[in-house]
């Protein structure tokens, strides 16, 4: 296409130079010369567009193909590192909300280590209760037999003075006894 162009301003030229001839020589101007070196410039052109123009355009073609490529290449590239960023960014997300549950079971775990630890403490307590209070009942029911044998012995040895005579003292426990059990129903039932 360009070189239809280029050959049309070429006859255009001609015609008008030749159209002109008178003029020119009248100027001082050769118009063989002129016409020569128009040839001449016409083959230079041809040689060149045929030699010259085509290596050119295919050079220029490629580098047009290699910029694209470039463009393409480097589009190509940003879509990637927006994926990755993305991913990335989702990646943190999720690290951040696997931080924050391990940190949530870790205070779970820490609230009922301590609720675990508060009722080991009560129950331990609890115990500690109960076995001194046993102890104390075990103690206090000892304290009692030991009570009721002085006071049987006490009554036996008041009984023996004021009778006067010695029963058997088997006998004065039996009648002891009985008369404290009585003594402890009427006060339970009272």
Not at 45 to 57: D, R, S, W
Not at 68 to 88: L, P, R, W
Not at 159 to 174: G, Y
Request: proline share 1%; glycine share 6%; with cysteine.
């Amino acid at each position: 296409m360009r070189q239809r162009i280029g050959l049309a301003i070429t006859i255009i030229l001609l015609s008008l130079l030749l159209s002109s001839c008178d003029a020119a020589q009248e100027l001082g101007m050769n118009w063989h010369g002129v016409l020569g070196q128009f040839i001449a410039f016409g083959i230079l052109l041809a040689v060149l567009g045929f030699f010259a123009y085509k290596p050119i355009t295919r050079m220029l073609d490629e580098r047009s193909q290699r910029i694209k490529e470039s463009m393409d290449q480097a589009e190509f590239i940003k879509q990637e590192t927006a994926k990755t960023e993305q991913m990335v960014k989702e990646q943190l997300a999720e690290a951040r909300k696997q931080g924050q549950d391990v940190v949530a079971q870790a205070e779970q775990i820490g609230e009922r280590l301590k609720e675990e630890a508060r009722q080991q403490a009560r129950q331990d307590a609890e115990g500690v209760v109960a076995r001194a209070r046993g102890e104390i009942q075990a103690e206090s029911e000892e304290a009692m037999a030991q009570l009721r044998k002085e006071f049987v012995e006490v009554a036996i040895q008041a009984a023996e003075k004021v009778i006067n005579r010695a029963l058997d003292k088997e006998a004065h426990r039996q009648l002891i006894e009985e008369t404290l059990k009585e003594s402890t129903d009427l006060k339970e039932e009272g």
